[in-house]
């Protein structure tokens, strides 16, 4: 099973909610962070990292000697990443999303497909929990290519937590997609709100099943519950604010270990889920 | 004209808030939401939306069944397995393109034997120019599941110039997306100065320090404020030890404030709904910042 | 010589474009013939990144030796550097006065990009 925990607005407890969940259930589980920008997941559950792979994505390559600066693979290039001159060709890699269309094309035979990397998945374990982390170089912006690699770790015998960036673009989809269930965490504040209903968007266009938690939610008003109420959205749980929870958290320490009623509250959670999960694929089947 | 771009690595930090009070608290400016994403600046800022504009950018392939011969090769070069074959009813395949997966490389348009591939560009969101109370805002809706985020930023960023160059005004103040990927580095390159909001939590320490490498990266005079100082004093000394290790000016420490949430649900910034502790300090960090900009 | 001028118009006296990516028009003039062509960059106006190397490409197939312009990033100067092309940096002029400048030496060619990698 695959759970994705996102929100359209960062600071929502995303993070919270993915470790404190995958330490409360019994069953053997895995952690994936997916927020390959800003990992926070190891902060918490200090995990002992036994492997670390490079992330790399292709690009060209020219051979000088047989270009002869037709500038087809120029033209082709849709994020003009190629340059071509008079009889050679500038390679922009930084802007090269990977699509192999210039070596394709290249009637010469001067482009060849080579790799640079972009990021790094490193994998290990935090006491009897499974860790996978993906991390993108500093400057870089194909975040995508880490996230699928962090999901190559999916393990199907397992209960898999993927812990999302915030927002609602290409990373978080990609991160997203294909879960059995997705849990939005959000605040009930006004930027809660305009935030989660653009992640609401998002689930439905990937036809994904969604419930929300609700994060602090004593600190604002009605508004997030009202919405929930009339798109008929689960609301899963609600964690009031806490301050020990907030103190913890700044200091790296679960939640739970400050706050043990929510460790039966999320494994309560997590069962609502997987009997969701499994009504549905005994639906389909 | 000078850019100020304010971000936090992690998000939740308090940006918008922050954003918000500087709105109010500086003059002769233009704001701008460059959190394309998650678009929040607009709900404490009391704004009238004045136009509404399309964001295009890039293309994506589009099958057109009646033409295609059902080959399979565009499966076979598609790089990001954004084309699937499904059983047909005639008993057949089809082949369709999924426009969350498609890159809009081109690729499968170009090598389809019949060119059967429609290759129309996209519109992938809408930009704004609202008016507030402090001047004009322009912010964006990047549509959800959409690539381009950089590109939208930076569109955000051109039009926000150019209001600030007709009315000649002196200070566009951005409010920044999370992370440090394309939009971040879309709404701060060439900037005057970047604003960290950051917050004591090791998470938040951990993204500080990512984010403050990805300025220096791109050489961008950064400084620093940390929010809800008072959750963990002790971390907040690291992040202090931090940026004078770094060089960084440390303008402010804002504590723990309820009236940052009140002032959000009343749609206003905290500084106008609040004379209390955040709302003091804010208002000292501005006027370092006010400092700073003018050397 | 063959250059190119970044311009907002099509004549001689129109203000130079001090961008060079998004420069609304090349002038192409030849310093000792005098002819000269206005050649419209409407396809980098809205194009996303990368305008910088289209721009390149376009005043390098245009048969340009050198380039008078405002500002150029690194990935205009690399592909403009990889083209032989020598590039002038100068502050607001018209067309004319650019070419008038070059043909007296006054200018001076530049050996980096003077702006910051960026997507506008």
Redesign the interface.
């Known amino acids: 099973m695959i759970i994705s925990i996102a929100s359209g607005k960062g600071g929502t407890g995303k993070t919270t909610v993915s470790v404190n969940l995958a330490l409360s259930l019994a069953e053997p589980v895995q952690l994936l962070d997916c927020d390959v920008e800003e990992p926070n997941c190891h902060v918490f559950l200090e995990p002992v990292i036994n492997q670390v792979n490079k992330v790399t994505v292709p690009v060209p390559r020219v051979d000088s000697q047989r270009c002869n600066g037709c500038g087809k693979c120029s033209e082709l290039c849709q994020f003009n990443a190629l340059a071509a001159l008079k009889d050679s060709v500038l390679i922009f890699e930084e802007l090269c999303h990977g699509c192999s269309g210039c070596w394709l094309v290249c009637p010469e035979k001067a482009l060849t497909e080579t790799s640079r990397e972009v990021g790094v998945v490193e994998t290990g374990t935090a006491d009897e929990l499974g860790f996978t982390q993906g991390r993108l170089q500093i400057g870089q912006v194909l975040a995508v290519p880490v996230i699928h690699a962090v999901k190559n770790h999916i393990n199907f015998e397992q209960i898999n937590i993927i812990d999302a960036p915030p927002g609602t673009s290409c990373p978080v989809i990609a991160a997203v997609q294909n879960s059995d269930y997705v849990i939005l965490v959000t605040e009930p504040t006004a930027f809660g709100l305009n935030d989660l209903i653009l992640a609401v968007e998002m689930v439905r266009k990937l036809k994904l099943s969604f419930g929300v938690v609700i994060n602090q939610a004593d600190i604002g008003d009605q508004r997030v519950r009202e919405y929930c109420q009339n798109e008929n959205i689960d609301i899963l749980l609600e964690i009031p604010h806490d301050r020990r929870i907030a103190e913890a958290y700044s200091r790296g320490q679960m939640a739970i270990e400050v706050v043990p009623e929510l460790r039966t509250k999320l494994t309560e959670l997590f069962e609502s889920i997987s009997g969701q999960v499994k009504k549905k694929s005994d639906r389909t089947s | 004209m000078k850019e100020l771009v304010v971000i ?6 308090g940006k ?1 808030s922050v954003v918000a009070a500087l709105a109010v608290l500086t003059d002769a400016h233009v704001l701008a939401d460059c959190d394309v ?2 678009a ?1 600046l607009h ?2 800022l009391n704004g009238h939306q004045q136009e509404c504009h399309d964001f ?4 994506e392939a589009i099958i057109r069944q009646e033409d295609c011969v059902c080959c399979g090769g565009c499966l076979a ?1 598609c ?2 397995d954004a084309i699937k074959k499904c059983p047909s009813e005639q008993g057949g395949f089809t082949f369709a393109i999924d426009p ?1 997966s498609c ?5 499968c348009v ?2 389809c034997p019949v060119q059967a591939i429609d290759f129309p560009e996209k519109i992938c969101g809408q930009w704004f120019i609202s008016q507030t109370p402090h001047g004009p805002l322009v912010h964006a809706r ?1 549509g ?8 939208l ?2 569109l955000v ?2 039009q926000s ?1 150019k209001i600030a160059e007709e009315k000649n005004l002196d200070l566009i103040v951005i409010d920044g ?6 939009p971040v ?2 709404a701060t ?2 900037a005057s100065m970047v604003l960290v909001v950051s ?5 938040a320490i ?2 500080l320090k ?1 984010v403050v ?2 300025t220096s ?3 961008i005079p950064t400084a620093v404020c940390v929010n ?1 100082y008072d ?2 004093p002790e ?1 907040t000394d690291t992040v202090e030890t931090y940026c004078r290790e770094q060089s960084l000016p440390l303008l402010g420490k804002i504590p723990y404030d ?1 009236a940052v ?1 009140q002032a ?2 009343a ?1 206003k910034s905290v500084v106008e709904h609040s004379q209390g502790p955040a709302a003091r300090s804010i208002k000292q960090i501005c006027s370092e910042l006010q400092k700073l900009l003018d050397e | 010589m063959k250059v190119a001028i970044t311009s907002t118009g099509t004549t001689k006296d129109a203000q130079m474009d001090l961008r060079f990516g998004r420069a609304q028009y090349f002038i192409i003039a030849d310093t000792q013939t005098g002819e000269f062509e206005a050649v419209p960059n409407s396809q980098n106006l809205n194009a996303a990144q990368g305008a910088g190397i289209q721009s390149a490409q376009t005043v390098a197939k245009q048969g340009a030796e050198a380039v008078i312009t405002g500002h150029v990033g690194p990935k205009a100067f690399r592909t403009l550097a990889a083209a032989g092309i020598k590039i002038y940096l100068v502050d607001n002029l018209t067309v004319e006065e650019a070419i008038e400048r070059l043909k007296k030496g006054e200018l001076t060619i530049t050996s980096t990009a003077d702006v910051e990698s960026h997507w506008a």
Do not use: M, W
């Open positions: 936090s690595g992690k998000g939740g930090t918008t994403d998650a929040d709900l404490v295009q950018a890039g293309r070069y790089r990001f969350v890159e809009g490389c081109g690729v170009h090598f990047l959800v599941a959409e690539e381009n985020s950089g590109r930023v930076t960023r051109q110039q997306p999370p992370g440090i990927g394309c580095i879309a390159t060439g917050e004591p939590t090791l998470a951990h993204d990512r490498q990805l990266h791109f050489k809800k959750i963990n971390l309820r949430t959000q649900l749609g």
